[in-house]
């Protein structure tokens, strides 16, 4: 019977972690090192980041800019001012009046450099597979085995990627659902239903991957007619393993800003993945790693979970040992399934 090591990995990402390409290589290989003493060697692994990990890529090699704004939008725009005749050629080149979009689209090829070299490498060092978080991106024309990178078009999409042992990319996922008042704001596009939905086979067991927000029943507003659930309509495709890299923008234990009568954690397990697993056929783990991070104005935290379905019941597997969103609760997050 197959069996594998799963891993949600909760980092604390600070924005030293994001200076240059040393740094953030550096800051993943320390978690890989984590990771490896829960490992045994016979036993194929699967290590999920959370998502956004790649995202603050963009300020690589421009921290020296940001220093003393007190916002991200700040900081953006005093690297824009920087960037203004490059983004004034992107907006014409890729036929966008969005300053959003050009500024994603310039920072795309030293993000994609930086992230994919990083957990290409990576993934061969500690030979495993890596759903490697997620990072606000295009479409690369040379397609997702090469480190250049250019933009196909101005669409920019949420998107995550997984490697395999050799580190080699086996699968591309585009978030469907956008969040409101945090990624509906950003000009991103939503990602194609049909490749969300498609499989991705890790020693013979059908795997998916849903950021985040996809991982969700029902949407936070009323105001979302196009909200899509995906893990049903994964569990239809005969899918037995969620990947659900996670950035939670609200405080965890605060009044829901949809819902004030409840907490971000109570509106979690009652309208999130968990709340789905007894309704699945096939879908039988879900890996939810969540991304700590306080910076600028930028605030992400939650406890990072492997989710089951076992004895009859949805159940809570592992968790992390979360207390606050500081270096402290940094965590590893192991279970070994077997199908």
């Not at 600070?14 to 290589?25: P, R």
């Not at 991982?215 to 507003?221: A, C, M």
Request: proline fraction near 8%; charged fraction near 15%; include cysteine.
């Amino acid at each position: 019977m197959p069996v594998l090591d799963l891993f949600a990995v909760q980092p604390y990402m600070d924005l030293s972690d994001y200076a240059n390409a040393t740094a953030f290589y550096h800051k993943m290989d320390l978690l890989l090192q984590k990771v490896s003493p829960y490992r045994q060697a016979d036993i194929p692994a699967l290590v999920v980041f959370p998502e956004d990990l790649a995202t603050f890529l963009v300020l690589a090699d421009n921290l020296d800019l940001i220093e003393g704004t007190r916002t991200m939008s700040e900081a953006f725009s005093r690297i824009g001012q920087r960037l203004w005749p490059s983004l004034a050629r992107y907006m014409i080149q890729y036929r966008t009046l969005s300053l959003r979009q050009a500024f994603f689209l310039f920072n795309a090829p030293k993000v994609w450099r930086i992230w994919q070299t990083t957990m290409s490498q990576l993934a061969r060092q500690y030979h495993a597979y890596i759903v490697a978080g997620s990072a606000l991106l295009p479409i690369n024309a040379f397609g997702y085995q090469s480190a250049a990178f250019r933009p196909l078009n101005k669409n920019i999409f949420n998107m995550s990627i997984m490697l395999n042992p050799s580190g080699e990319v086996i699968h591309i996922t585009r978030k469907v659902n956008l969040v409101p008042t945090q990624e509906d704001v950003l000009d991103l596009s939503p990602g194609p239903l049909a490749e969300a939905l498609k499989p991705v086979w890790i020693e013979g067991i059908p795997c998916a991957t849903a950021i985040c927000y996809d991982g969700f029943r029902i949407p936070h507003t009323k105001r979302e007619p196009g909200f899509t659930p995906l893990l049903p309509l994964m569990d239809q495709e005969g899918v037995r393993i969620i990947a659900q890299p996670s950035a939670n923008p609200w405080w965890w234990t605060k009044p829901w800003p949809f819902n004030p009568e409840i907490t971000r954690q109570q509106q979690w397990t009652t309208e999130g993945a968990f709340s789905l697993l007894e309704s699945f056929e096939n879908i039988s783990i879900i890996i939810n790693p969540q991304m700590l991070f306080h910076a600028l104005d930028i605030h992400f935290d939650g406890p990072s979970a492997i989710y089951g379905f076992r004895q009859g019941q949805a159940q809570i597997l592992a968790q992390s040992s979360f207390v606050s969103p500081e270096p402290s609760s940094e965590d590893i997050v192991h279970f070994r399934w077997q199908d």
